[in-house]
């Protein structure tokens, strides 16, 4: 299958919104988007664009500002917008990143290592631009066929293989109850590091 890529372009807000506990959060994706332009403090343009991303409930909602804003700006009113917070944080950290190792001097000012993209299954229908790239990976984006997907490396470089940012969570822990209440405390036992099992096993 292909897969159609679009890059942030400096003057669009991108969410992705995911199912809720109820289906689809759009409801108060709407609203807070509502409360940014009745109070003034987002300017957007008088058409928008909304495309279901795959699974039930989930979208893909862009939204064009009047003016052009900067990427830390944006990425903030995505996540105020409902975006996904995985996705706000990795965008903030890869933004960041590309400012920090320099890359923001010598690339384009939305291509900085392309901190802020959607991947869609289809090709946007009536969108007002192309897709960026595309990609005939053999399924959804996840972090073995990102690492080997020739669209991100084109887009991020040796980014792309290095797309976790805050480390893996461990399957199957169980995290038990924290004996201590305040005050110091061990970072391992918080942490539930193996001194935490040693812990709870009074060892
Ligand atoms: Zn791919």
């Not at 992705?16 to 506990?21: A, M, S, V």
């Not at 320099?102 to 090709?123: F, H, Q």
Request: charged content about 25%.
């Amino acid at each position: 299958m292909i897969w159609y890529w679009y890059v942030t372009r400096p003057d669009e807000l991108m969410l992705d919104i995911d199912g809720g506990r109820g289906g689809s959060i759009l409801g108060a994706c709407r609203l807070r988007l509502e409360a940014a332009i009745r109070s003034g403090k987002l300017a957007v343009r008088d058409d928008m664009f909304l495309y279901r991303s795959g699974q039930p409930g989930h979208y893909h909602v862009i939204i064009r500002l009047k003016e052009p804003m900067s990427a830390w700006r944006r990425f903030i009113w995505e996540m105020q917008l409902r975006s996904d917070l995985y996705r706000g944080r990795c965008n903030l950290m890869r933004y960041v990143n590309s400012i920090e190792s320099g890359e923001s001097l010598t690339r384009g000012l939305y291509m900085v290592g392309a901190p802020a993209l959607l991947i869609s299954p289809k090709p946007w229908t009536g969108f007002y631009r192309e897709p960026d790239v595309d990609c005939s990976c053999p399924s959804k984006h996840n972090f073995k066929v990102f690492s080997s997907c020739p669209a991100a490396r084109a887009l991020r470089g040796k980014e792309a293989a290095n797309e976790g940012y805050f480390g893996e969570l461990l399957k199957g822990r169980i995290v038990p109850k924290l004996k201590v209440k305040e005050g110091r405390m061990s970072t391992a036992l918080f942490a539930y590091s193996e001194e935490a099992g040693k812990f709870d096993n009074g060892v």
